[in-house]
């Protein structure tokens, strides 16, 4: 059983740069959700879903974008990079309608340059 | 909107030494209630959880949480720590029907053997 499945585990991007964090869960939990994780900070919220065709923002969605097309996936992207989006990302699920107990992914270690 | 405070920023404890970590929450409601703990290059797992009923809960590895909610607060303990309890514990808050869980900034805690 893999659970939670982020792909890749580190990047570096150089400012103004595209890309998109991948995030898979094979439990089959409706709920999913980005976090991003910086010192001192602790996890702050950036979008989540609560199934297929449905997101919303969290608390600092801006410079990112998500998109649920399927119950297994859930990619982030980020637009144009910024030194800002320097932290680890953290993807998690649930089987809850809500965040409830969450599994969270290994993370990916993103430095913007 | 909810906010959770925890208080101990960083800890250091022997090895058998008791633990006490705070957490308090700013809105109340209904809420359901976590600790997670990161050991250090990890995700984030669960330690432990508050739904309803009984106000203190055990979780994995020793530890209890004690929810009152007058104070609205839910500290994490441990009677005798281990050196493998070196990790970043947060607490976080699910108000439900707001589809968010609010995570505090965590605790390092560092156990000298």
């Known amino acids: 059983n893999a659970g939670v499945t982020q792909t890749p585990k580190f990047q570096v991007l150089k400012t103004g740069q595209s890309m998109t964090l991948q995030c898979a869960q094979d439990?089959?939990?409706?709920?999913m959700s980005w976090y991003r994780q910086d010192p001192g900070m602790g996890l702050r919220l950036i979008h989540y879903?609560?199934?297929?065709?449905?997101?919303d923002q969290g608390e600092v969605p801006n410079g990112y974008n998500v998109s649920r097309s399927t119950t297994e996936d859930f990619p982030l992207r980020l637009l144009s990079a910024a030194p800002s989006q320097t932290s680890v990302y953290f993807c998690?699920?649930?089987?809850?309608?809500?965040?409830?107990?969450?599994?969270f992914g290994q993370g990916t270690r993103l430095t913007v340059v | 909107a909810q906010s959770v405070s925890q208080h101990n920023h960083h800890v250091i404890l022997s090895e058998a030494a008791s633990l006490e970590l705070g957490c308090n929450y700013s809105y109340g409601g209904t809420v359901n209630l976590f600790w997670y703990v990161q050991y250090p290059g990890q995700h984030l797992q669960l330690l432990l959880k508050?739904?309803?009923?009984?106000?203190l809960v055990k979780g994995i590895k020793g530890f209890e949480a004690e929810f009152i909610k007058s104070k609205f607060s839910f500290n994490l303990r441990k009677p005798s720590v281990q050196w493998s309890d070196t990790a970043e514990y947060f607490c976080?808050?699910?108000?439900?029907?707001?589809?968010?869980?609010?995570f505090g900034t965590g605790t390092r805690l560092l156990v000298s053997p």
């Open positions: 976080a808050v699910e108000n439900t029907g707001f589809q968010k869980l609010v």
């Open positions: 998690a699920s649930s089987y809850t309608q809500g965040p409830g107990e969450a599994f």
């Open positions: 879903s609560v199934g297929a065709g449905i997101t």
């Open positions: 508050y739904f309803s009923g009984d106000p």
């Open positions: 439990m089959n939990h409706e709920y």
